[in-house]
């Protein structure tokens, strides 16, 4: 199993729609998750991270979290079509450890 | 400085060579990650330093590839005999504490011909 899993997409959604994107992870002690953009040829941007379980919004976007279930998704509200790109799920198991990467979710807004 | 700087932006290589890739991560972090990124996939954690020492270098894929940040703050990734497999974005990152986010670099295109 891998630690961080996605699907891989692409997630199709028109303008306007509210666009689900979904990660489970393995490791049961991870304890920070964050969810990174990266569009074609660029290096990821973070744009969400979750620490405790629950909701957290900023803008258009909400980031869910449930330890339980070894589960965070993000929302994109009112999804534009720049917000076409690869979201890529990544966790850290806490104190000194490694941040892993999900294979990322393409995600297109059709106009 | 503003933000990570990776140089080379780009190296053309030639199968057998040995290449050094530079990451400047921004200044005061002291947690440094090396990732490398293939078409179409996530990132592939390499190596993670905490300060000047290496705390995981479990992603380091073999004995060619080799990484150093000996004044903690700038590391150079080291391949030695590159081989075509090792073509790839090679991404630097780097966060201020523990559980922090990490703060990508532009990454550095190698390609070995």
């Known amino acids: 199993q891998k630690e961080v899993e996605q699907n891989s997409g692409p997630l199709s959604v028109p303008e306007g729609a509210i666009a689900s994107l979904n990660c489970t992870y393995s490791?049961?002690?991870?304890?920070?998750f964050f969810w990174y953009r990266q569009y074609s040829g660029k290096s990821p941007e973070l744009i969400m991270f979750?620490?405790?379980?629950g909701d957290k919004e900023d803008g258009r976007f909400t980031a869910q979290l449930n330890k339980a279930s070894q589960y965070v998704s993000l929302l994109i509200r009112d999804s534009q079509p720049s917000d076409s790109a690869t979201y890529l799920c990544?966790?850290?198991?806490?104190?000194?450890?490694?941040?892993?990467f999900g294979t990322g979710t393409k995600l297109q807004v059709i106009p | 400085g503003a933000g990570v700087s990776q140089t080379p932006s780009n190296k053309v290589t030639e199968k057998g060579k040995y290449v050094e890739l530079r990451c400047d991560p921004i200044?005061?972090?002291?947690?440094l990650y090396w990732y490398r990124q293939s078409l179409g996939q996530g990132p592939e954690f390499l190596i993670y330093?905490?300060?000047?020492?290496?705390?995981?270098d479990s992603g380091l894929p073999n004995d060619r590839f080799f990484a150093v940040r000996p004044e903690g703050s700038v590391s150079t990734l080291k391949i030695q005999r590159t081989e075509r497999g090792d073509s790839a974005v090679y991404l630097c990152?780097?966060?201020?504490?523990?559980?922090?986010?990490?703060?990508f670099g532009q990454g550095t295109r190698l390609t070995v011909v």
């Open positions: 990152a780097s966060s201020g504490a523990q559980n922090t986010e990490a703060f």
């Open positions: 490791d049961r002690g991870s304890q920070s």
């Open positions: 979750i620490y405790s379980n």
């Open positions: 990544a966790v850290n198991s806490g104190g000194y450890q490694k941040v892993t």
């Open positions: 200044s005061g972090h002291t947690a």
């Open positions: 330093f905490q300060g000047t020492g290496a705390a995981d």
